[in-house]
């Protein structure tokens, strides 16, 4: 009996083991990855073309989703002469143990968060300065992190109050609308004065199969919002928490591919191939999101590869 717990515990290390190499992908796994992705990635139709008509509208749910996704097709799109936009639906005021590890509290209060959010929008002043994208090209909408869906379903009209910072309205300077209460009816009405003050061609979304649930609500609310107004083949999609570890290697690792997620299979996926140069500005924009890399820069930082992902369907198509 005893040395079958002992060969349990062996094996479990062992597994254990493997799982980290391979979630972090040195030497010969990282080789292995690229001879078996790459191929893969560079047959996948190419993704996203801009001209000099074009207005690019990218949807972040949190400041950094707009880097992670998207650096890559915003510096293309501004090459090829297009004008390149950006709107935050919140400001990320919802993460508490980065509010712990800055705070150096166990117990970050609703204050603590607030100021997270206030520098968490600095940041994605910062990240767009390094893009390229002009200051007055930037909306931060100001609504409750981790409450998106919530506003969607249960709150349409009455005051939804933020679990993380106690509040019932947008408290934010610099916002579209501060003093909004946080209603769903409040947060379509503020996305559609973007989408007229913006007039997008092109519009880039999270992907309803993203796993997280304030991602999913951008892209329900996006899905909605321009079918009514007959302009859904605008969107093109886009995934940052794909699940089972993705993306794999962590890390940076600018010369391998960026491959379709688990949480993506059956989208129809292209692929947008970035330069040595847009790899190098990518980074730098994740790296001006200084709070977020202290706790996630593996996580990252491994979204910098030899290109970016975008899917022409919302849903799987089998």
């Known amino acids: 009996m005893r040395a079958r717990r002992i060969k349990k515990r062996y094996l479990l290390l062992v597994l254990l083991a493997t799982a980290f190499l391979v979630i972090n992908a040195p030497g010969l796994f990282s080789l292995g990855y690229r001879l078996y992705y790459g191929s893969r990635v560079q047959s996948l139709p190419q993704a996203l073309r801009f001209g000099p008509a074009d207005r690019l509208l990218v949807l972040s749910p949190h400041p950094d989703d707009e880097a992670l996704c998207c650096a890559g097709a915003m510096q293309q799109a501004l090459k090829a002469g297009a004008q390149v936009y950006v709107v935050w639906f919140t400001n990320g005021d919802g993460f508490e143990w980065d509010a712990m590890l800055l705070g150096h509290t166990p117990r970050p209060g609703p204050q603590a968060l607030r100021q997270l959010a206030a520098t968490r929008q600095a940041e994605a002043r910062a990240a767009a300065r390094i893009l390229g994208v002009p200051e007055a090209h930037l909306f931060f909408l100001g609504y409750p992190d981790q409450g998106l869906a919530r506003l969607l379903r249960e709150y349409r009209s009455r005051p939804y109050i933020s679990r993380y910072t106690a509040l019932s309205w947008v408290p934010y300077g610099g916002n579209l609308t501060p003093g909004s209460l946080y209603t769903g009816e409040n947060l379509e009405r503020d996305f559609k004065r973007v989408l007229d003050r913006v007039q997008p061609t092109q519009v880039l979304a999270p992907s309803p199969q993203d796993a997280h649930p304030d991602h999913r609500a951008v892209a329900e609310l996006a ?81 910098v590869r030899q290109n970016e992902l975008f899917s022409t369907t919302p849903l799987p198509q089998h």
Request: hydrophobic fraction near 40%; avoid cysteine; charge should be positive.
């Open 223 to 303: 899905l909605q919002v321009l079918a009514a107004r007959g302009e859904s083949e605008r969107l093109r999609y886009w995934i940052v928490h794909g699940g089972l570890e993705w993306p794999l290697p962590k890390g940076l690792h600018p010369t391998l591919p960026l491959e379709p997620p688990p949480r993506g299979r059956g989208l129809e996926w292209t692929s947008l191939p970035l330069s040595q140069d847009e790899a190098t500005k990518k980074l730098q924009a994740i790296q001006a999101h200084h709070t977020q890399m202290r706790l996630l820069g593996r996580f990252m930082r491994a979204f």
